[in-house]
């Protein structure tokens, strides 16, 4: 039980480091969406303009967060895959002197 444990620890801590990096990548287009939505709300006062502008300014903003933070975790997972490859290649010279 406590290898089953240490090991979900271990990754629920590298998803959270993931996640987190994910984040800090992010954030300034997240705090600029948020702006500019607010803005929008605000100050335009016609309702045909104001929420199709609104939806669309969001679902742009939306789809530029999700490609940042795909690309974040594709680019991690790639670093470790590589990392767990010459991991293997040094064993398999090790085990086979």
Known sequence: MYIWFRENLYVLSSLITLFEGGV??????????LVII???????DIAWVKWPLTIMIGGGFFYAIYDDFDFHVQEKTTEIL????????????????
Request: hydrophobic share 55%; proline share 0%.
């Open 82 to 97: 590589i990392k767990r490859e010459e991991q293997k290649k040094v064993w398999l010279t090790v085990l086979t002197m």
């Open 24 to 33: 800090k990548k992010v954030w300034k287009t997240a705090l600029s969406a």
């Open 38 to 44: 607010i803005l929008i709300i605000n100050f335009i």
